[in-house]
């Protein structure tokens, strides 16, 4: 070990980051939510309907790009869902 007190503090800090490099990665995945109860409820589909997507509906929260997924102002806890998706509360107005 080094007598140096600020290369050991440096080493320790380096070492701990590289230890929780993996737990954030797992973290970051285990934030995906979907909420399956209110899916069931308003038959949400990954796919559109008759040309009705939730990239159209006025409920949609879009993702960071036009192809991530979302969320949906009706379906909260649930950031899952596909801007190709449908459901019966497709909404325009
Ligand atoms: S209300 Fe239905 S169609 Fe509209 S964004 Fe939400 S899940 Fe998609």
């Known amino acids: 070990m080094s007598a140096n007190p600020i290369r050991r503090k440096l080493c320790k800090t380096a070492?701990?980051?590289l230890a929780f490099l993996p737990?954030?990665?797992m973290t970051r995945q285990a934030h995906a939510a979907s909420n399956a109860a209110l899916r069931a409820e308003l038959k949400y589909q990954d796919t559109p309907k008759s040309g009705q997507s939730c990239l159209t509906c006025l409920e949609f929260?879009?993702?960071k790009t036009a192809t991530d997924r979302g969320g949906c102002k009706l379906i909260p806890g649930d950031d899952q869902i596909s801007p190709q998706g449908y459901c019966?509360?497709?909404n325009t107005m």
Do not use: C
């Open 61 to 63: 929260l879009p993702g």
């Open 15 to 17: 070492g701990l980051t």
């Open 88 to 90: 019966i509360r497709w």
């Open 23 to 25: 737990l954030a990665a």
